[in-house]
């Protein structure tokens, strides 16, 4: 049903200046990457909404003209799971929520096509296998470079070997 949606949608945009942005989470929209996060993260207020089981209404999407958005090539149940996707991803670009505003700099898909360096914890061993030395060094200059490297190598080796998608092996089920 169109109207309630519609009415629901204009009375919270009555509500407060700016109306907000409104992002409707559906398999047809655009694919949700890191530089739509970044978009929505500069705008002022989002309003969004999930369709359930057969989606939304066509007329919904045309008195509204929302930005169509989806996390993927696939269907989930409802649009509440992928809300929360774009709801994590964004909110993470909004100044002080995270502790170090350069934290979402320096991760994959900060650049485009970027994947981030492998991380370590404690302990220093695990079942043999060592924290690289480098990163033990205190060399901050190294450790970036090491980081850049890691990082290039894995990036170009996960875009070049498609390995990792097991849609296009023949052998998997699909």
Known sequence: MAQPVVDCVEAVQAQVAPPGQVVMLTPTGERLTQRVVEKLAREPRLLLLCGRYEGFDDRIRRVLNPWEISVGDFVCNGGEVPAMVVIDSVIRLIPGVLGDAAS???????????LEYPQYTRPRVFRELEVPEILLSGNHQAIAAWRREQSDLRSLGRHQNPSHDKAGDPGWDT
């Open 104 to 114: 979402a700099a320096d991760e994959s898909h900060s650049e485009d096509g970027r």
